[in-house]
């Protein structure tokens, strides 16, 4: 009996040390830092792949496992000023980010394979102890640029993206006359109409009788783009515009 009591501490302290090395190890590739959670805690997937999520105050993000490393990514890529933005999906037959609207690739871990200015943002993250979960710092920062393959290819059937909450959703007009605060869902058309960038109540028709102003886009850049943009926007209102708006590209499953 002595001698297994002496042996109590003992395992205790390989658990401790076993504990440790999983932590070190997970800081060691990039999963964790010591951080405070400004933006909240996030599921991290059991498997590699990636979730779309919404970090605590709003903004669309991704948790993407690659291996024993974790990311979180903002879901909007870094674009020029002025162009219309929609937020990148992710492909998990070839593991990467795409931006439907504008020509860009980004790695799993952010960084940028091809098109845009930069990479995703990638937010610092400290992990749980049993490693199922993450909590996200708030300083974010850009990743640099990866070494980009020789093709892609994007099934939109299985692209994972943010899903609208179609019960929450406004309509523009409603929408800048409101200002509901934080991120909102809104269902509109997205137009150049003269010299500015409306928001369309209704995603069909010719015309905008209402509608919202959008802040931030260049109605001639919006106008360069082959289609019009309609259906759901990812925003944020103020002062009776939209001050930033993210088309989510819920179109490419058909839905």
Not at 70 to 76: G, N, P
Not at 209 to 221: E, L, M, N, Q, S
Request: glycine share 14%; proline share 8%.
């Amino acid at each position: 009996m002595r001698a297994f009591r002496r042996w109590i501490p003992i395992g205790l302290g390989v658990v401790v040390v076993g504990i440790a090395a999983i932590g070190y190890g997970l800081m060691a590739t990039d999963i964790a830092a010591p951080i405070g959670g400004d933006l909240g805690t996030v599921a991290v997937p059991d498997e590699r792949g990636a979730t779309a999520v919404f970090l605590s105050d709003g903004r669309p993000a991704f948790v993407v496992r690659t291996g024993d490393a974790v990311h979180v990514l903002d879901a909007r890529p870094p674009l020029e000023a002025g162009t219309p933005s929609s937020l990148v999906t992710w492909c998990p037959t070839s593991a990467y980010f795409n931006d439907w609207i504008n020509p860009g690739t980004y790695a799993a871990d952010g960084g940028l394979l091809t098109g845009g200015p930069a990479g995703l943002i990638a937010y610092p993250v400290a992990p749980s102890a049993d490693g199922s979960e993450v909590t996200v710092g708030g300083d974010g920062t850009p990743r640099g640029q990866s070494d980009p393959a020789e093709s892609y290819e994007c099934d939109g059937d299985e692209a994972v993206m943010h899903e609208p909450d179609r019960s929450e959703a406004f309509d523009p007009s409603v929408a800048a006359d409101e200002e509901p605060p934080g991120w909102i869902w809104i269902e509109g058309r997205l137009e150049a109409i003269g010299g500015q960038a409306l928001l369309c109540d209704g995603v069909d028709g010719t015309d905008c009788a209402t509608g919202a102003v959008v802040r931030g886009i260049d109605p001639a850049k919006l106008a360069a783009l082959p289609e019009h943009l309609s259906g759901w926007f990812l925003g944020r209102v103020g002062d009776g515009a939209i001050d930033e708006l993210h088309h989510v590209p819920v179109s490419v499953r058909g839905s």
